[in-house]
């Protein structure tokens, strides 16, 4: 039996493109909530809307700090506790705060390599992957031997999900926006349906993937609040 992990050199890699994909999302979310608040406060006209502005920014900055670093300490436990084991028959992931992955060669459907080098081991199922960070020791050994035992061929990975991410951001802000300021009940209507199926959608996949930790998954269940929020919303505005 094979055993490989990731090394604490590597680890400082994962760190670092970590730390860049947080920096994108918070350098998104601000200017946003900034453009969403005196976008509110030259319809409405109230001073109230800046006091509130003023109050709430450097509360929403705290909880994304206190978020962010929450998330990287049980993200850097769950990566340094990563151990792929590969036998005769398949492959098995271990980590922390995760059950088990196993994999039999014959139950591969197919195995996707990105640019860097990650490799992805897909199966039948969409929660039952596997994926194999390239900073991973030996990773053209572990391609090596995934290879040599199934019968499925080496693919490029298609980057359209990291593509679509920044307008999938702008659209989620762009729905929030019409449900909260457009009076048109048509408007008011799509936005919130397309809102909670996006955000149910979400905390399915969540919920049924075996590659997130415990932790990420109960607090994945904080987004049922957000729909019951966004759902309590649109039926006021609808019926007042």
């Known amino acids: 039996m094979n055993q490989f992990k990731i090394s604490e050199e590597e680890f400082r890699e994962i760190s670092k493109n970590t730390l860049h994909i947080i920096i994108l999302i918070v350098v998104i979310i601000i200017p946003l909530f900034t453009l969403f608040s ?12 800046i006091n509130s502005f003023a109050i709430s920014f450097p509360l929403i900055l705290v909880t994304i700090f206190i978020g962010i670093n929450k998330a990287f300490n049980s993200q850097k436990i769950i990566f340094q506790s990563y151990t792929l084991l590969i036998d ?14 196993y994999i039999k060669f014959s139950d591969i459907k197919s195995i996707q390599k990105n640019k ?16 194999i960070p390239h900073q991973i020791k030996e990773i053209n050994k572990i391609e090596k031997l995934i290879l040599e035992n199934c019968n499925c061929k ?4 298609c980057c359209l999900k990291e593509k679509l991410l920044l307008p999938f951001i702008i659209l989620i802000m762009c729905l929030m926006t019409n449900l909260i300021l457009n009076e048109n009940r ?7 349906l397309l809102l909670s199926s996006i955000i149910l959608t979400v905390f399915y996949r ?4 075996n590659m997130i930790d415990q932790s990420e998954k109960k607090r994945s269940f904080f987004q049922l609040i957000i729909v019951i929020f966004i759902l309590s919303l649109s039926i006021y505005k609808l019926l007042t």
């Open 38 to 49: 005196f976008e509110l406060f030259i319809l409405k006209h109230s001073t109230e809307i």
């Open 116 to 131: 860097k080098g990650r490799l992805i081991i897909k199966t039948s199922k969409f929660y039952n992957t596997i994926i």
């Open 154 to 157: 080496l693919t490029n990975q």
């Open 186 to 192: 048509i408007v008011i209507l799509i936005s919130s």
């Open 206 to 209: 969540i919920q049924k993937n």
């Open 88 to 101: 005769k028959s398949g492959i098995r992931r271990k980590q922390d705060n995760t059950p088990d992955i």
